[in-house]
């Protein structure tokens, strides 16, 4: 195939219990998506991503585990062959492990070490839950990939160094440990005050990580966004296969000349391709 989408990010569902996540970039932006998807809808999506050779899905919320058909969802996709990411908050009396076995990529959220700071960004339940799939891999081995998430804050950047420690406990678990700059989309802009980093502290706070990963060579990748660098990259999909973007430029996500259902040049031409391909390439070599 010759022009062929690498990845998408699916918004499976805009439904989410959780009154926290003041940097959420979905929470308010994302509700005009809100779409109540049927499992035979999905099951059509879900041909047409293997019809287009697409490697990996990302599913993500919302909280995607509120979505009644994910995994209806998750077993046809990896049936068919397509790798598919979980980016979950774990708010949800459903469990990943009915099913975790048939993904390829987890992502765990951990925000801070100290009480006072998951209280006041994700929560102790989304904590709590990302350090039980981590116990859970450890007892059962299996071949999933698990990718580690901060979005760095204001309240949390002086936690940075902490939040490393309780990964290296983990080390031979995860692969990635993704680091993504504060920016003011969705939720977060009523957040910006409270959130929002000085100029070039981000930057700063990464070289660090680098240094210390550069003495201490932990086998996970360390790997920062900048806010900058959130610019439509992510080619992101409604409930019901439409396409739209994302950017730290634009006010709210916008719709895009694009389904689906439609080629790949038609798709990709709305998107930052050339950011795409450094934000995502990381998992080519997991």
Known sequence: MQ??????????????????????????DM??????????EAMEICKEIKNKDIEYVTLFGGEPLLYPYIEDVVDRLHNDGVKTILNSGFISKKSI????????MVGLPIEGTLKETISQLRGQIAFD??????????????DI????????NKINISETEEIYKILKLYE????????????NQGRGR?????????????????????????????????????????????????????????????????????????DASKIKK?????INEKQKGWRKDL
């Open 190 to 262: 009523k957040n910006c005050e409270k959130l929002s980093l000085a100029e070039s502290e981000f930057d700063e706070k990464m070289l660090e990580l680098s240094y210390i990963a550069e003495q201490e060579k932990p086998k996970f990748q360390i790997i920062g966004r900048s806010a900058e660098e959130t610019d439509a990259y992510c080619l992101q999909m409604t409930p019901d296969g439409r396409f739209f973007k994302s950017s730290v430029k634009l006010d709210s996500p916008q719709l895009v000349n694009a389904t689906i259902y439609d």
């Open 3 to 28: 022009d062929r989408i690498n990845n998408i990010d699916w918004l499976i569902t805009t439904a989410c219990e959780s009154t926290l996540c003041p940097f959420c970039y979905s929470a308010d």
């Open 129 to 142: 839950k990302a350090i039980e799939i981590l116990e859970y891999l450890r007892n059962n081995p299996t």
């Open 172 to 183: 031979d678990l995860i692969d990635g440990w993704r680091i993504y700059e504060f920016t």
């Open 31 to 40: 509700d005009m998506f809100a779409y109540k998807l049927p499992l035979s």
């Open 145 to 152: 990939k698990i990718k580690a998430s901060t979005v760095l």
């Open 270 to 274: 709305h998107y930052n391709i050339e």
């Open 97 to 104: 492990f009915d099913f975790i076995d048939k993904l390829f």
